[in-house]
């Protein structure tokens, strides 16, 4: 693949890196979106995250949930209630403390995770296969600076248990391509 020209004002122009970020970021919401084609008539964008909340973070309060997403307890409420109603979440009472219910995936909504998920896997790293290994380690080292830029958290690394805080899990990835494979060949 060649390489293309520095923008004019080099890599310190922060007018040119903003339209590199928007271009990719443009990809990045159609790789999220075409992957999600498969389920659009039942699951949006938002409410997908809150699936992969509930798959990487199990059984979870209402109120957990809407902190985890930044969203008023109103507003996850609906949105649970959407997801329960289209047969990929549901309520349970909390076997500790009766007096709390939690919210949690159905088989279906596990099986809409790996499967969303794997496609966005597959688009993003047949792009990524595009590219030549030092423009991956060049990409790696910017996304990167742009994430803790940001303040947002890194992936965690594949040996690590514990969820990202934004609901993604290393090895949910692995384990969803794996399922995935598994129904296809079935």
Not at 1 to 11: I, L, Q, S, W
Not at 114 to 136: F, Y
Not at 151 to 170: K, R
């Amino acid at each position: 693949m060649p390489e293309r020209e520095m923008p004019v004002g080099g890599t310190d122009d922060v007018d040119a890196v903003t339209r590199a970020v928007l271009a990719a970021s443009r990809l990045l919401v159609a790789v999220s979106a075409r992957s999600l084609a498969e389920v659009e008539e039942r699951v949006t964008l938002p409410q997908f995250r809150m699936l992969m909340v509930l798959s990487t973070r199990g059984a979870t309060k209402l109120v957990a949930l809407a902190d985890h997403l930044q969203v008023a307890p109103s507003t996850a409420m609906r949105m649970v209630d959407r997801l329960i109603a289209a047969g990929l979440a549901d309520r349970q009472t909390n076997p500790h403390n009766r007096r709390e219910t939690l919210l949690r995936l159905t088989d279906e909504g596990r099986h809409t995770v790996a499967n969303v998920s794997a496609r966005r896997r597959a688009e993003i790293t047949a792009i990524v296969e595009r590219l030549a290994p030092h423009q991956r380690a060049a990409l790696v080292e910017a996304l990167t600076a742009f994430s803790e830029a940001g303040g947002e958290p890194l992936a965690p690394a594949p040996d690590d248990p514990q969820p990202h805080p934004l609901g993604w899990a290393a090895d949910v990835t692995a384990d969803i391509t794996a399922d995935v494979t598994a129904a296809d060949g079935a």
